[in-house]
């Protein structure tokens, strides 16, 4: 493959300034680690990467592990592939599963597992939930790794400075087989945010307001960077947030370089490095981040004060304003997009200009691999704490895993969101996806901390706002779309 | 998953004018709790929420229902998708490119795909063809202006080309994938193939903790 050209994904061939990894020169972050994991690049085709660590879930999956028996292959290397069912599981209980098709979905997960020899992370049982709040939390996922996963929102993992994306079954099959893939290399794009977040935002309204500048295919194409002043003061769950949502400006990737932050998040977790060779690791760790002169294909850079709360108003992510914007008027539309635009807003019930805050929401969903973790419950129950949930409105409130539910009871989080009126269910994706019991009804309206607000995402008919633990926190006490700033 | 070699492919198309037409469009999350790559289940799925009512009655105006578009694909027949913007945006789900193979489709043309759902139709042997804006709104014109108008793309020299109108374009493809598609070439075959290659990087690379 040529190093100084680059396929584009509108087609276009574009010349690129030389970019180096190891060996000298300056080098951006993602360079450093795909370079380091090269195993070949095939003439005027792809590079094959190594992969370090590959997660399975079981929507994915079944159909590769037949890919692997009927060319009578075993698995490359087991101990490099860690497997849980997440998607199906319900989260009212976790004694069965009561869908003959998601059960089996999960049965054969686990016998798959089985045969091949690979981590399996049973439902119900303290190692499960949602992979991509796993993986970091057990410190599956480390610096410097490259991460695949039948599961776009693999992204999420580059948060602790890894190479991390979501595959295809295809591929996931050539993982297990080779423990490698092929693919083209990305662009390389740069987010800078700098600043301090004003109060009331958090890393998913960060998120949510890039996806809008940027919109949903911004960074087709790019593995991007976050980086800035903002980004260094985020915590390791705000970081994760982020990640996880690079998919939605079309990024397979959002990578963050580690520091201490990271390091803290990781040290003691149940798959880190111990002892001498913790510290070792993080004398390695220390040197994955950008040159000072890396060059980026692209870069841009957002100033943190411009960021409000925001709620989604479409059917795509990018669809979004701050919770005090009004819907933008027809004229505010591009001609070209106006149909669009309005099949839009038919689908969601609503109308150009209108404002949303004070919308009646019937559904709100705390939970997913983008805020299911521990601090968005606490934001969560920072809102609610001492206030009553609103008669009118249905709660989901769903951790990310075992692990989050156990420090949630530890944090008596549990007792406050109980006051509060609303109960804590079993770790699962829940209602972000409608492959499992939790799924909004036909024309209802909900206010979800998930990732996708996309036509029957969360159910056939169902009409989602997207928006951070905050603003669902208060949109769950009023029961209509609430400005968090506000209570 | 039959695997058809790929030369010229010419043929009606089924215009399906959404942009972001994301996999969830494509194939609703419920068809994915399969465990089997039955190629009718997926393709009976293609496009469901917007071909069939929460009835199951088909709606009469979704394009896949027109007279004129409702046709299952075959030789010379609605072999080729030219969708909106974007497509295949969001989940990684393979089995919107099984939908789209599963249906009987060979091609879709865009002005632009999300990069997963690219490489998953590649892999299922659909072959993803970028065009530039205003070629893929010609076609969109000439195929409104005549829905038996016919597409050609021919893959040994990356052309496609719109014969209503005799405009053409180049296409990218890397010489590797256009390797595949013209043999029936599988990545896995390829990497199954350098296993040496593998375990020389593995003696140099530093592995990560076991588990």
């Known amino acids: 493959m040529n190093n100084q050209q680059q396929t584009t994904t509108n087609g276009v061939s574009t010349p690129l300034p030389q970019r180096e990894g190891k060996g000298g020169g300056s080098a951006c972050l993602f360079d450093k680690i795909w370079n380091a994991h090269v195993v070949q690049n095939v003439e005027d085709g792809p590079t094959q990467l190594y992969i370090d660590r590959l997660y399975a879930h079981e929507v994915t999956s079944p159909q590769a592990f037949d890919t692997l028996r009927d060319k009578g292959v075993k698995v490359f290397r087991p101990d490099h592939v860690v497997a849980m069912p997440d998607h199906n599981t319900p989260s009212d209980q976790q004694e069965r599963i009561d869908d003959p098709v998601g059960r089996k979905q999960v049965e054969t997960l686990k016998a798959n597992c089985e045969e091949f020899g690979i981590k399996h992370f049973t439902m119900g049982t303290k190692d499960n939930g949602i992979i991509h709040v796993v993986g970091p939390e057990k410190a599956l996922s480390l610096p410097g790794m490259t991460i695949v996963c039948g599961d776009s929102h693999t992204s999420t993992h580059g948060a602790v400075g890894a190479i991390a994306m979501g595959i295809g079954t295809s591929e996931v099959a050539q993982v297990l087989a080779s423990q490698c893939i092929l693919q083209s290399k990305p662009k390389t794009m740069r987010i800078n945010i700098e600043g301090t977040l004003p109060k009331g935002t958090t890393a998913k309204d960060v998120a949510l307001y890039i996806m809008a500048q940027m919109t949903t295919s911004g960074a087709t194409g790019y593995a991007v960077e976050y980086a800035g002043s903002t980004i260094r003061n985020m915590s390791m769950e705000g970081r994760l947030t982020l990640s996880n949502l690079s998919i939605e400006m079309g990024s397979r990737a959002g990578l963050i370089a580690p520091d201490e932050t990271t390091f803290a998040y990781l040290k003691g977790r149940e798959y880190a490095p111990k002892g001498a060779e913790w510290d070792k690791a993080v004398e390695e760790w220390r040197k994955l981040k950008s040159d000072d002169d890396a060059v980026f294909d692209k870069e841009v850079t957002y100033r943190a004060e411009d960021i409000a709360p925001r709620i989604t108003y479409g059917t795509n992510p990018g669809a979004g304003i701050a919770i005090d914007e009004c819907i933008p008027t027809l004229e505010q539309i591009p001609e070209t997009d106006r149909g669009q635009f309005l099949s839009m807003l038919d689908y969601m019930q609503f109308k150009p200009g209108q404002k949303l805050e004070g919308t009646p929401v019937d559904y709100v969903f705390l939970g997913a691999c983008t805020n299911g973790r521990i601090e968005d419950f606490r934001a969560f129950a920072s809102v609610v704490k001492g206030k009553k949930k609103a008669d009118n409105v249905v709660a989901w409130l769903v951790p990310g895993s075992w692990l989050v539910r156990q420090q949630i009871i530890d944090e008596g989080i549990d007792k406050i969101l109980a006051d509060a009126g609303f109960e804590l269910r079993l770790p699962s994706c829940s209602a972000c996806l409608a492959m499992n019991p939790d799924k909004v009804p036909a024309g209802k309206l909900a206010i979800s901390t998930s990732n996708r607000n996309f036509v029957g995402r969360q159910g056939p008919g169902a009409r989602t706002i997207l928006a951070s633990p905050l603003t669902v926190a208060a949109s769950a006490i009023t029961g209509v779309v609430t400005d968090p700033r506000k209570m | ?211």
Request: glycine share 6%.
């Open chain 2, 1 to 211: 998953m039959a695997k058809e070699k790929f030369n010229i492919i010419q043929s009606t198309c089924i215009p399906i004018q959404i942009d972001n037409c994301n996999t969830d469009l494509i194939i609703p999350a419920r068809y994915l709790a399969s465990t089997t790559r039955d190629p009718k289940f997926f393709g009976d799925a293609f496009m469901h929420d917007l071909r069939y009512d929460a009835d199951g009655k088909p709606v009469a105006d979704f394009v896949m229902n027109q007279p004129a578009f409702s046709e299952a694909p075959r030789q010379g027949v609605h072999e080729i998708i030219v969708g909106g913007q974007n497509w295949g945006s969001g989940s990684s789900r393979e089995h919107a490119a099984w939908a789209i193979a599963g249906y009987g489709v060979r091609v879709v043309i865009s002005s632009s795909f999300a990069d997963i759902h690219r490489n998953n139709l590649l892999n299922c042997f659909v072959l993803p063809v970028i065009v530039s804006p205003e070629f893929q709104q010609e076609l969109f014109a000439s195929i409104a202006a005549d829905p038996q108008m016919q597409v050609k793309v021919d893959v040994p020299n990356q052309t496609v080309t719109n014969l209503a109108t005799g405009n053409s374009e180049h296409f990218d493809i890397n010489s590797y994938k256009k390797y595949c598609l013209m043999n029936a070439y599988d990545d896995i075959d390829f990497l199954l193939s350098n296993k040496d290659k593998i375990e020389t990087f593995e003696g140099t690379h530093p592995l990560n903790p076991s588990l």
